[in-house]
């Protein structure tokens, strides 16, 4: 019997490496386009183009392997995210805000998948364990708060502050992880510019007003 060499084994570690990034690639793709109680492994298996016991042999369960893609997600996020603040806690709320809507409209469009899988399942949580990894969607929001309590100083009650952030992001989801259905009730294109600017306006309209009282008490 052969004995595997350095290369071999390098090779196997390379491959292996590949195949679970398909896969992962493959969840994303999948569970963006149906819920998870509606999506299957072997759905996951053929958009990766792997055999299906590759799955469980590298998640074990379409659980396991739903939960590895939203904390994969939500690292991204949170590496990009705080660069959506960058300088913009030294001007005004009307010059900060709008900065910081297209900065992060910037990277949602041209990543959709995040806020897809988020929107797609809303309605199909019952208890929101029911769902594996939503747990990271309160991880996000509590992150967020923190970085805008810490850079933006912000001085509303903690009921003002939650009640910002959870209406903003929810508002997000909506318009850019239903952005078809959305877009096409407004009659645009979902792809367009024009959406992309009515979605900066409808934050604009709702949220400085609101910003503006919670910074004014600095």
Known sequence: MAVPNKTTKRRSSADESTARERIMKAAREVFALHSYKAASTRMVAKQAGVEHPLIHYYFGSKERLFQAMVEDIYSEFSLVQGTWLDGIERVPPAEGLPVFIDRMLDYTLAHPDALQIIALNMVQIGRIDDIPGYRYITLHMARMRRMLEERLVMRGSNRDIE??????????????????????????????????AWIKDACLTLFLPWLERLLSRR
């Open 163 to 196: 009640m910002f952030i959870y209406c903003f992001y929810s508002l997000m989801i909506n318009l850019i992880g239903a952005r078809s259905c959305q877009a096409q009730i407004l009659n645009m294109d979902p792809l367009g510019e024009e959406y992309r």
